[in-house]
Every structure is written in structure tokens, then in C-alpha cells.
């Protein structure tokens, strides 16, 4: 029962130090010690929300935006180095073609 109640008792601590940092997170500085104090974290927080809930969809639209952008980033880039291949290939054929014809003169 005692051990329950050490538990018990460290689980609450350390959810209280998650609710302190979280504040500090958002940059609320308060002792919550009594009602007054919380009702004004409360009343700060409540805007934070508002706003980041807000800004949800602009970032979710930012995100797909680069998204999309990378993926063709990525196409570009493979097209490039088939294209780079290709070349390299082709000048490694004219070189031989090049070096069998001045051996020839």
C-alpha cells in the first residue's frame, strides 16, 4: 500500500513538472498556487490556442506546398543525372571514335 502511494505520488510530481514545463514552453511564467493564478494562466492560454489552432491549416498548406516542391526537386535531379549518364556515355564513344581515327592518319 505504501509503495501504491509512492507511485502514486511520483506520477503526480512528474505531471506537475510536465504542466510547469509546458508552460514555460509557451511562455507563461506563473506559480499556480491557487485560483486566481490559474485563472489568469487560463486566460492566457486560451489565445495561444486559438492562435496556433489558427495556424494549423496555413502549415499543413505550407507542408503539401513542400512536398510537392521536393518530389519534383527529386524528379529534376534524377532526369539530370540519367541525362549527365547518357552524355558521360556518349563522350567515352566519340573519345574511342576520336582516338581510332587519329591512330588511322
Known amino acids: 500500500m505504501i509503495a501504491n502511494h509512492q507511485s502514486q505520488a511520483e506520477t503526480e510530481r512528474e505531471a506537475h513538472r ?32 486559438k492562435e496556433l489552432d489558427a495556424n494549423i491549416p496555413k502549415h499543413d498548406r505550407q507542408r503539401t506546398e513542400q512536398s510537392i516542391e521536393r518530389a519534383q526537386v527529386s524528379k529534376a535531379l534524377r532526369e539530370d543525372e540519367s541525362e549527365l549518364k547518357a552524355l558521360l556515355q556518349r563522350q567515352g564513344t566519340f573519345r574511342s571514335l576520336w582516338l581510332g581515327c587519329d591512330a588511322n592518319l
Open 18 to 49: 510536465r504542466y510547469l514545463d509546458a508552460l514555460h514552453t509557451a511562455g507563461i511564467e506563473a506559480a499556480v498556487q491557487d485560483a486566481a493564478p490559474l485563472l489568469s494562466c487560463r486566460n492566457r492560454i486560451v489565445p495561444l490556442q
